[in-house]
């Protein structure tokens, strides 16, 4: 079957090669077939051709290269091969990016967040290296507001990761640590459960957001703390005003403040617009404790606490070596220096935890240097 009026996409004026991309529209119709190149019945509807060169397709993709240069492809030589497209448009972006030739025209800068997740696939899917695709995602994302993006929108975070967008990254995962309440969790709009992030991310986000959560915590009843050691004649006036006032935060009732995010507690109006009651009389130690001046250090520190995950602490090795790379962050304090975004200790904290891939490429070239240095492998070090 062909549909109606499939588009002619031309990639490449002088292509070589016609890509008969089918779909199939009807899940419950046996009848949708048509007869393909190979002369078989195929499942499916045709639903656009696109004009590309064979030899960057072979030069950027391990299995085409196999799938045109075997037998069955030399003895026929066709010049048409069909294809199953989920969509159209990712197939697109892909083919364009690999024949250098992206226009403004049409809307390849704003496909949808499900048609980003196919592009993906069809890199994994084909084996095409998916950092050649990091500029047009780029340009994707920045028609973007990171700023005002919905809680949907969360499903650009395994983008931002894979198309190594540093600011958007950072960007979503710091949201994700403020704003949610329960148990951080990815979310995939598609089929393919093979695409996730590395298993370690979501779990340091995790820890960030408890690290967060317990510094709330801190700042908020330290005070109570104080109260309690001080001989002052007002303190027991003064500890009964701070709780009061501590009671119109976000943070109470205590035993149900799990149920709320971080940014919930840090919005809510007594915490924002602190009013505590100054008993008559207070001594300045008192005092102190109950101005808002005080509360509002401790909403402006953890506000500006952690930045997110970055990208680049992700992957480091900067100098070569992850364990010095550790060690020498930790000594200087500079904890964003060489990274494309600017952040605190926490973020750099947090994220240090290098890419599974990279650390496990880590890991095995420091056995190698072991054993070459020392003729033997010692599991006790690694
Ligand atoms: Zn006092
Ligand atoms: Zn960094």
Same mark, same amino acid.
């Given at each position: 079957m062909t549909a109606p009026n499939p588009s002619k996409i031309v990639?490449? !004026?002088?292509?070589d090669l016609m890509l008969s991309l089918y779909q199939i529209l009807r899940k419950d119709d046996e009848t949708e077939t048509f007869i393909g190149v190979n002369g078989k019945k195929i499942r499916g509807t045709i639903v656009a051709t696109m004009k590309v060169s064979r030899q960057v397709l072979m030069d950027n993709s391990q299995p085409f290269k196999v799938e045109f240069t075997g037998k069955r492809w030399s003895e026929t030589f066709a010049s048409t091969i069909d294809m199953e497209a989920d969509s159209v448009n990712s197939i697109e972006v892909v083919m364009r990016v690999l024949h250098g030739i992206m226009h403004d025209k049409g809307n390849l800068y704003e496909i949808s967040i499900p048609d980003v997740w196919e592009v993906i696939q069809y890199c994994d899917y084909r084996e095409i290296e998916v950092s050649k695709l990091n500029g047009w995602f780029t340009r994707w994302i920045e028609k973007k507001n990171l700023k005002e993006i919905e809680d949907d929108d969360m499903v650009q975070l395994y983008p931002c990761y894979i198309f190594d967008h540093a600011k958007g990254f950072a960007t979503m995962t710091r949201r994700l640590a403020y704003e949610v309440s329960d148990h951080i969790t990815e979310y995939n709009?598609? !089929?393919?459960?093979?695409?996730?992030?590395? &298993?370690n991310v979501i779990g340091s986000l995790n820890g960030a957001k408890g690290s967060l959560r317990s510094k709330l915590l801190r700042g908020l009843f330290n005070p109570v703390g104080g109260y309690l050691t001080q001989h002052c004649d007002c303190k027991e006036k003064s500890l009964f005003a701070y709780n009061l006032a501590l009671s119109k935060? &976000?943070?109470?009732?205590l035993h149900e403040?799990?149920?709320?995010s971080v940014q919930d507690v840090l919005d809510s109006k007594g915490f924002a617009n602190w009013q505590a009651k100054i008993p008559e009389g207070a001594c300045s130690t008192c005092r102190s404790k109950l101005t808002s001046t005080e509360v509002q250090k401790v909403r402006d520190n953890i506000t500006n606490d952690f930045h997110g995950l970055c990208l680049d602490c992700m992957k480091m090795t900067k100098s070569g070596d992850i364990d010095a790379d550790y060690w020498e962050h930790d000594l200087r304090k500079?904890?964003?220096?060489?990274?494309?975004i600017t952040h605190s200790q926490p973020t750099w904290y947090f994220s240090f935890m290098g890419r599974k891939s990279d650390m496990n490429k880590h890991k095995a070239q420091k056995k190698a240097n072991y054993e070459a240095r020392n003729g033997f492998y010692d599991s006790r070090y690694f």
């Open positions: 990639i490449d !004026e002088n292509g709009p598609t !089929e393919y459960r093979h695409l996730h992030l590395d &298993g935060t &976000g943070i109470w009732p403040h799990y149920k709320k500079a904890w964003s220096s060489g990274c494309r």
